[in-house]
């Protein structure tokens, strides 16, 4: 087959997955689990899966679905492009005046890079290797951190985190400095010396992100993510940046390639955290992880949502290489664990993808039926 390829059908489907225990931020619960999932089929009948970040407000994840079967797909079906990337900007461009005109830039980057993702697959398997692989990696083998530590019970989750194999831990903090230090006090006693960060989720102003970086220091963290808001002034950045004793993660909420090229040109932030589910895809992000490692910094893709964008997300770190951590959430979630292939087996902190073509999986969207809301 050769690289190019027209364009058949693609299509989003909306699951949500009631929680027992919501996920818990600085800024907000999730109640319950939503994920979009996108299929693209090629002329020849390949099919590629994609995802879409959708986590927030509530209603997005049907929004995004309506998106892409109502808005994009009609603008690709039929059309034959040479690759992921060519599709990615045409449509990016296709699209620049209804974004502003509807002022929804987020949830037509989210739509279209769930799009670019399933290409990307097709891409892929029509060349019969492994997506790591496509994107210039030489192994299947990664880092992997757990995700989504809860303020409520993370000594608990942290311990069943390490039962499955992980030997790094992300805790959520900004719940009040006594509850965020009494838990990195729990988790760093029952870690070790192994690899401890924390994420704020924006939750401080500059003030009391200034107050806690000193209490902070004691827990040898790998590293502190979004301190603060991310839109804040660089100088804001710069004056934590100063003061922590530890590196500054950041990059979930940066979406353009201006503002990454600003990050990476000052020694700010020490870890960047691309979410390609989210802005970009892998058309944007893969090149922008390349940037990443020769800007000397961490690269560690950001995510939370379904298996479909976690297992690209692995492919791309894999694909890229470097020293990172994949980021894997650890509340329950099946429309997680049960599409994102060798990622849901932990061992001693590390996950391999496998060798088959694309991301490796054919989703049997027939299992979560019941979660299916559009």
């Known amino acids: 087959m050769t690289d190019s390829f027209t364009i058949r059908s693609i299509e989003a489907f909306c699951y949500r997955y009631p929680l027992a225990v919501p996920v818990v931020t600085s800024f907000g619960k999730m109640l319950n689990r939503p994920a979009v999932f996108v299929r693209a089929v090629d002329e020849d009948g390949v099919e590629g899966w994609g995802e879409a970040w959708c986590n927030f407000p509530a209603p997005g994840a049907e929004h995004r679905a309506r998106l892409i079967n109502e808005v994009l797909a ?61 994107l210039g990696g030489q192994s299947g083998k990664i880092k992997v951190y757990a995700s989504g530590i809860n303020p409520a ?43 401890l960060a924390t994420d704020a989720n924006q939750g401080w102003s500059v003030r009391q992100a200034m107050e806690m970086l000193p209490r902070l220091a004691q827990f040898d963290l790998r590293w502190l993510e979004e301190p603060i808001r991310a839109d804040r002034p660089r100088a804001e950045w710069r004056r934590l940046h100063a003061a922590a004793k530890m590196p500054i993660a950041a990059g979930e909420n940066i979406s353009s390639v201006e503002d990454f090229k600003e990050v990476l040109a000052d020694d700010v932030l020490g870890v960047v955290q691309p979410d390609i589910a989210k802005w970009g895809g892998l058309s944007v992000c893969s090149p922008l992880a390349r940037d990443i490692l020769k800007a000397g910094k961490t690269f560690c893709p950001h995510y939370l949502g379904g298996g479909l964008g976690l297992l690209a997300s692995a492919h791309l770190l894999a694909g890229i290489g470097g020293h990172g951590w994949l980021e894997v959430d650890v509340n329950d979630n099946p429309l997680r664990d049960l599409y994102c292939g060798p990622v849901l087996n932990v061992r001693e902190g590390t996950v391999e993808l496998d060798q088959e073509p694309g991301l490796g999986i054919a989703p049997e969207l027939s299992r979560i039926e019941r979660y299916r809301s559009i």
């Open 74 to 134: 009609p603008a690709l079906i039929g059309r034959k492009f040479d690759g992921p990337t060519q599709a990615f900007e045409t449509l990016t461009k296709a699209i620049e005046v209804l974004v502003i005109q509807c002022g929804e830039p987020g949830p037509f980057a989210q739509a279209i890079s769930g799009i670019d993702l399933a290409l990307w697959d097709i891409c892929a398997r029509r060349r019969r290797v492994p997506l790591w692989r496509l």
């Open 153 to 195: 019970g993370a000594a608990q989750t942290a311990e069943a985190a390490l039962k499955r194999g992980h030997c790094a831990l992300k805790l959520k903090v900004g719940f009040g400095a006594e509850t965020d230090i009494a838990n990195l006090a729990a988790l760093r006693g029952i870690l070790g010396a192994g690899m």
